[in-house]
């Protein structure tokens, strides 16, 4: 177009085609009109291209200003949740630097004393695979950090914590005016039951010392029937999910392909120790804690005190039960050591299992505890220390020995405790504090939990699937679909964006991703409220006993490890784009990064510009070069960067979609995203080891482009610098 307006203005002012002024010229005077439209033309499209212009400004400009506030009762509750949580632009120095701590946390202190290259630990490396495809090592951030409320450290809260607080709110949800099914009256029931506090005070240790007259009583108070060693392992584990000897729980492998199958196995584990466990890097041995076990017979003998054993009898059935429980522990790795020496995922059939540890009776242990399901003997089960379960065989064999010997039977003792652990927070307060103090003695410096979160953790453990589906009807998963697929459609340009080496590289990671189906769950059978009622019609709770309904709950849960072994895995909820949408392009990326590491230059040059920015503001001037990066950890600073950004470019593709969206407190759009994303950065996270800062310092990063944050996010430290370089992809222009 402008390359035709050129031809036509040089013909028309040209000297050897003008006409002579003496006479007239119809083809002359076409010409001029001709000019004059062009010139018209080219006015208006300027007027329309500035008007153009000004539109865009304009929205950016919605972008960074809050709309008329949202009236609504749904958002006058999300601003009073915003309202507690301190604004994250109100001290950005202590907030960015410290954000996952009061003054900084021990995490955030060793990273800060990165100097140099370092060494990466391959079994460190090992951890996080394992823990991204397999699940093994399950990481639950039990403390928020801000403040204080109901008892607890709250700062912002953690994507946990925030989902149990969605489900406390379903379960106190008024019942009036609301028609509830059956199975969620009783969901509610039981968390009520599991509130009252006052209730387990009255009764005592009673309901426990009437189970286990139920079970065939106790050779500690002197009635037991001689009850077989492998029915009462058998009892525990299907009725009462306890597991004294090794731990039994349902996963993939980590070894088939994600998308192959979503077929899922029964897996064996090292079990749970209530004492500390102390590695010998140089023998490869374990041993339990020596300086902790004095405080675990004290609390072993203020157990049996409270059931009402005679204190005469302690010193014997405790010092039996320390001895067992040291003697298994001996054979027991910490995970980076299974990891270097491949005793994770081993395949073995029910058959062999029960060849290398007879001492167990595997297939009626495993046939109890997934009934009705069909278990064979040549069903596949993984294993995750053969050693240590070879190992636990036979000492129970040695042990079964000994006790014919003694006259003692230290081995049904054992499984008692460890079903007395299972039950606590189902007995008075006397057994928890019990539990609570030895926690303490052994370094635990958390405080105590709120009770309403640990009732919603227990509802949630029977109640799953139930409360799964009321998550779904509340929280708006049409709206959460869509922020899966805006995050998938900036994920493409980010991928687009990047330097590939060649054309095929490129072709092939786009056509990866765009082979996904973005969707919100992997399943699609979500039961009505039909199914739900008989999911749990068998499920008949009391009113003031909450014991008895908690044993319910047990089954519950061992139920439904039965439908995850079946039906695979289970649903997710959503959040928002700050947490949900960073976590899922994080995740992406993570997959990817394989790929996109050895075909581009991306990770390394943008890694290295964030650090840099992180350098100018932590560190002397001068200094801010001095320092380097080994590459897991440039690596991991591009994946977290680079997912803060297709974040925020999924939430602008929102924001087109819905440009009349009101704002909550009178923050702007970008100002309430930023904040959103900062509340998950202090979340539990498999990778975090390998991030040399805070995660929440990206947004100081994002925010150096004043055209990206209501403010800048600068510090009064005067000898701090900033770089130049502004390290943001073309996604977010």
């Known amino acids: 177009m402008d390359e035709n307006l050129a031809v036509h203005q040089e013909m028309v002012t040209t000297p050897e085609n003008q006409p002579r002024s003496d006479e007239p010229n119809p083809v002359g005077c076409n010409k001029y009109r001709w000019c004059l439209l062009v010139l018209f033309a080219f006015s208006l499209f300027a007027t329309t291209l500035g008007l153009g212009i000004y539109s865009h400004l304009q929205k950016e400009s919605q972008l960074k200003s809050a709309a008329p506030p949202c009236l609504s009762p749904a958002c006058l509750k999300a601003s009073v949740h915003f309202s507690v949580a301190m604004d994250p632009f109100s001290h950005p120095c202590d907030y960015f630097l410290f954000a996952c701590g009061a003054g900084g946390s021990s995490t955030n202190n060793e990273r800060q004393r990165i100097k140099g290259s370092s060494n990466e630990d391959n079994g460190e490396l090992d951890k996080k695979r394992a823990v991204r495809t397999g699940g093994l090592v399950r990481m639950r951030r039990e403390a928020d950090v ?65 189970l286990l007259q139920q079970l065939g009583g106790w050779a500690v108070s002197g009635e037991w029937n001689q009850t077989d060693f492998n029915t009462t392992l058998t009892l525990l584990m299907s009725q009462y999910s306890t597991f004294p000897f090794f731990s039994v729980y349902v996963g993939p492998d980590s070894g088939e392909e994600q998308n192959a199958s979503n077929q899922h196995y029964i897996q064996i584990d090292e079990p749970h120790f209530q004492f500390p466990i102390d590695w010998n890097n140089t023998t490869h041995k374990s041993k339990a804690s020596t300086r902790y076990l004095r405080p675990f017979y004290l609390s072993c003998g203020q157990y049996l005190a409270l059931l009402g054993v005679p204190s005469f009898k302690t010193t014997q059935h405790c010092g039996l039960y320390i001895s067992l429980s040291t003697t298994l522990a001996v054979a027991t790795y910490p995970l980076r050591y299974r990891l270097s020496q491949k005793l994770l995922y081993h395949r073995i059939t029910i058959q062999e299992l029960q060849t290398l540890a007879p001492a167990i009776d595997w297939l009626a242990c495993l046939q109890a505890m997934f009934q009705p399901l069909p278990i064979s003997q040549s069903d596949i089960v993984l294993v995750h220390n053969l050693p240590y379960i070879s190992h636990m065989s036979q000492t129970i064999s040695q042990w079964r020995v000994k006790q014919e010997i003694m006259g003692t039977i230290p081995l049904h003792t054992y499984m008692i405790f460890s079903l007395l652990q299972t039950l606590i927070p189902a007995l008075d307060s006397r057994f928890f504090q019990t539990m609570r103090n030895f926690s303490i003695v052994t370094g635990d410096t958390q405080e105590e939990m709120p009770r309403w979160r640990r009732c919603v953790q227990q509802t949630e453990r029977g109640f799953d699937v139930l409360l799964s589906h009321a998550i779904r009807e509340r929280h708006a998963q049409k709206e959460a679909e869509e922020l899966i697929h805006d995050v998938y459609s900036s ?31 992997t399943k699609t059978n979500n039961l009505n409220h039909t199914e739900l009622n008989h999911l749990y019609a068998e499920v008949v709770l009391k009113e003031e006993d909450f014991f008895s309904n908690y044993l319910q709950m047990l089954v519950l849960e061992q139920k439904s490890r039965c439908r995850l072994l079946s039906h695979g895995t289970r649903a997710e909820g959503a959040l928002n784009y700050g947490t949900l949408g960073s976590l899922m392009a994080k995740d992406l990326l993570h997959l990817l990064l394989p790929d996109i590491h050895t075909q581009t230059n991306n990770p390394e040059s943008e890694s290295m510009c964030v650090w840099s920015h992180y350098l100018s503001v932590t560190k002397d001037p001068g200094q801010a070069g001095t320092f380097s990066l080994p590459p897991s950890k440039q690596q991991e600073v591009w994946v977290q960067y680079s997912a803060l950004q297709v974040a925020l470019d999924a939430y602008k593709i929102s924001f087109t979609r819905h440009p009349t969206d009101s704002s909550l407190s009178g923050l702007s759009y970008i100002h309430l995203f930023l904040s959103s994303f900062t509340k998950v950065t202090c979340d539990a996270d498999p990778y975090r080891e390998f991030m040399p800062f805070e995660p929440s310092f990206l947004v100081t990063v994002l925010c150096s482009n004043s055209g990206f944050c209501p403010k800048l996010l600068t510090c009064l430290n005067t000898s701090q610098s900033s770089p130049h370089e502004m390290c943001l992809s073309r996604t977010l222009h």
């Not at 946990?160 to 509830?180: C, H, N, Y």
């Not at 994920?491 to 969707?519: A, E, M, Q, V």
């Open 146 to 210: 801000q403040g204080k409320s109901d008892g607890w450290l709250n700062k912002f809260p953690d994507r946990q914590t925030a989902l149990l607080k969605a489900i406390k709110e379903i379960l106190e949800s008024s019942e009036e005016g609301v028609s509830m099914s059956a199975a969620e009256q009783k969901a509610k029931k039981f968390f009520k039951t599991c509130m009252d506090a006052e209730s387990p005070e009255k009764v005592g240790s009673e309901p426990f010392l009437k």
């Open 491 to 521: 994920l493409k340009k980010k991928l687009t964006d990047l330097s590939w080496r060649d054309n095929k590289s490129s072709d092939f990671i786009l056509n990866k991703i765009k082979s996904l189906n973005p969707r919100l769950s």
